[in-house]
């Protein structure tokens, strides 16, 4: 199998892959359920030959390596096609009495998942084969632990072809239905090159004045994360110009890796895509995704500000006018066309008209999604058709190209996403089939009957544990399974409950050893991996003030109205004055600035945690002065740099 052969299969499931995906979007026919049948065992052919066209299937194989990337997509293909052959049948009728080529099926395709976890998720694996082994041998385990043993033939249908449990379960779906519709803007968007004219635009325009270069890689990399739900790409996409210009700008290198890292990490909570597991969370909640994506606005809005006002002290500090040039700037990036510009804005625009779609004509989010994508594609088409080529013919080859591009793009964004969905089935089945999920919550529940502050910091441990290894969406799916319900049988508001394991998950895209965005941040600025990581942590402190907030300020998730804006203001300021007590400058004399600067912070979480509302509340007036105060007196004391 040659590269070219490769290429052309690899372009053929990805255009199927894409169809398949409009088809169900355009008409809705069948339902996620069935068309999760086929759509997993494509992606995962796509996944073997993605890797087989850049040789890392098994590359220590040579060209066996071909011969079993050939097994492992005919299996697929089989699946593919029997499993929505079967489906009635599976439903209905051989539920629990399923004949030999369906424990074929299920068998292949329960190895090829857990291969995919294997090289692309190594701790999911080890929990994967825990697991297994843990139903098998359930009944050996000692105390809360000890469960019923279950046979593997049992464990490993109930995975598979059970179909509403386990891989093509809840998860799956959700990746096939409404993640797969939004990240198809996306797809359109990068298949375009629309992702790097965003980029481009943004630091064009703030790129003209030194001093706002840093908050161009925030508003760059929210700009591209809040459509990706990867940190981790956009750190990479974005940060490969905006780390080395911060640096040449006077940014300390380290400094230059933690905003680009927070600014990545706050798209993560930031709508519409909110790192795929605001999706979950509407399926969670039974609500309708814009209102999850209201209330995500709210909390990502708090920490972008924070982060805004972070990066404003520190260029104060560093940042100096003249110090660096427009062509150092652009050296990399390139000039930004008049094209790219207008693509830009047509992107932004299509965002806004995602939001009214679903806020103010309350269309379905699918539906909404598509309807979006296609007004999007068709904008983006024309631009590009009337502006770039001479001639006809080059004019409609350019657009071929781009549709080209669309349609391998699609597919490899979502591809991943699908198959670790497929995998957290699994995961999540094994849980429920054994019985421990019922244990687990009652002992949390006693737990928190005897203490409730005891069961928050326990939640919040777990699923900060959990990040040490897993990616944003695991966490918040295994946390919310194991956590969730003992929260809401304690009368913790579901969305509150559901938004704590959620901002928990989000930071795990900074926590060691994993830590994508720190280890992509700490290679383009040439830092310490481990360095950035921590030092990192400062930065996105934001984030862990929001995690509590939520709790002690239920108003902000609760419902939208008076209350929810109450909230919001106030949550804002505490959060805006410990970032000025934390970076800040109040006086040039260090015995009055430290002790003045650690008094404001603790003014900060008084009011975002004590139990005394109304003094919170009084106090907020005080806040603003005390932040305001603290700008003013740190540009007076950085004067001499502008």
């Known amino acids: ?4 052969l490769t290429s052309a299969l690899l372009f053929i499931f990805c255009l199927l892959y894409f169809s398949i995906a409009i088809y169900y979007y355009t008409t809705g026919t069948m339902g996620t359920m069935f ?30 390596q071909y011969l079993i990337g050939a097994i492992y997509i005919s299996l697929c293909i089989f699946s593919a096609i029997y499993l929505p052959m079967n489906y009635l049948d599976l439903i209905y009728y051989r539920a629990g009495s399923y004949n030999l080529i369906d424990k074929f099926v299920g068998v292949s395709m329960f190895i090829l998942v857990a291969e995919y976890a294997r090289r692309e998720h190594k701790v999911l694996f080890g929990l994967l084969i825990f697991l297994v082994i843990y139903c098998m041998f359930g009944d050996h385990f000692p105390g809360i632990l000890r469960v019923p043993s279950i046979d593997i033939e049992r464990i490993i249908l109930s995975s598979t072809v059970e179909i509403k449990l386990g891989m093509f379960g809840t998860y799956a779906q959700a990746g096939v239905g409404i993640i797969g519709a939004f990240l198809l803007l996306m797809g359109v968007a990068k298949g375009f090159g629309i992702d790097k004219a965003l980029i481009k635009t943004i630091i064009s325009v703030l790129g003209k004045r030194p001093t706002l270069i840093p908050q161009s890689a925030v508003l760059g990399s929210m700009s591209v994360a809040m459509c990706t739900g990867s940190g981790a790409a956009d750190s990479a996409l974005v940060g490969q110009f905006t780390i080395p210009a911060m640096k040449r700008a006077g940014f300390p290198a380290l400094y230059a890796a933690a905003t680009e890292g927070s600014a990545a990490l706050g798209g993560l909570i930031m709508p519409p895509v909110m ?24 909390l990502a809005f708090i920490y972008y500000v924070s982060i805004v006002l972070t990066v404003y002290l520190l260029t104060l500090h560093y940042v100096k006018p003249g110090k660096i040039t427009m062509d150092d700037v652009f050296s990399q990036l390139g000039k930004v066309t008049s094209t790219e510009k207008l693509c830009a804005v047509i992107f932004f625009l299509a965002l806004v008209l995602l939001i009214i779609i679903m806020g103010y004509l309350w269309w379905p989010e699918v539906r909404a999604a598509l309807v979006t994508t296609i007004v999007f594609m068709v904008a983006v088409s024309l631009v590009i058709f009337a502006t770039q080529g001479s001639s006809l013919k080059e004019k409609f080859k350019n657009l071929g190209n781009s549709l080209k591009s669309t349609v391998e793009s699609y597919p490899e964004i979502i591809v991943d996403i699908l198959l670790l969905l497929a995998v957290l089935g699994i995961i999540i089945n094994l849980f429920t089939v054994t019985g421990w999920l019922l244990k687990l919550g009652m002992s949390l529940v006693a737990l928190g009957k005897e203490n409730i502050l005891l069961l928050v910091i326990l939640g919040f441990l777990l699923a900060f544990f959990l990040g040490f290894g897993l990616p944003p969406s695991a966490v918040y799916i295994i946390a919310s399974v194991l956590v969730v319900p003992s929260f809401v049988f304690l009368e913790f508001n579901p969305w509150v409950a559901h938004f704590f394991v959620f901002l928990v998950a989000a930071i795990s895209e900074f926590t060691p050893p994993v830590a994508l965005i720190a280890a992509v941040t700490s290679k383009i600025a040439d830092t310490s991996f481990i360095k950035t990581a921590f030092y990192t942590q400062k930065w996105i402190l934001p984030i862990y003030l929001l995690i509590f907030a939520v709790i002690t300020w239920p108003e902000l998730v609760v419902a939208p109205g008076k209350d929810m804006l109450m909230a919001f203001a106030i949550v804002l300021l505490g959060c805006l004055a410990v970032t000025a007590g934390s970076f800040g400058k109040i006086s040039r004399n260090r015995f009055i600035d430290l002790p003045t600067r650690i008094l404001i912070v603790a003014l900060g979480l008084f009011v975002l945690y004590a139990p005394q509302k109304d003094l919170a509340t009084i106090l907020t007036p005080i806040l603003l002065l005390v932040v305001l105060l603290s700008i ?6 950085h004067s001499k740099v502008f």
């Open 1 to 4: 199998m040659n590269s070219k």
């Open 632 to 637: 003013r007196t740190t540009q007076k004391i």
């Open 35 to 64: 068309w999760a049948l086929v759509l997993v065992p494509i992606a995962f052919s796509i996944y073997t030959l993605a890797k087989l066209k850049k040789r890392e299937l098994y590359p220590r194989l040579g060209k066996i």
């Open 275 to 298: 790192a795929i597991a605001a999706f979950l969370m509407a399926e969670f909640l039974a609500v309708s995704y814009f209102e999850v994506m209201i209330r995500g606005f709210v």
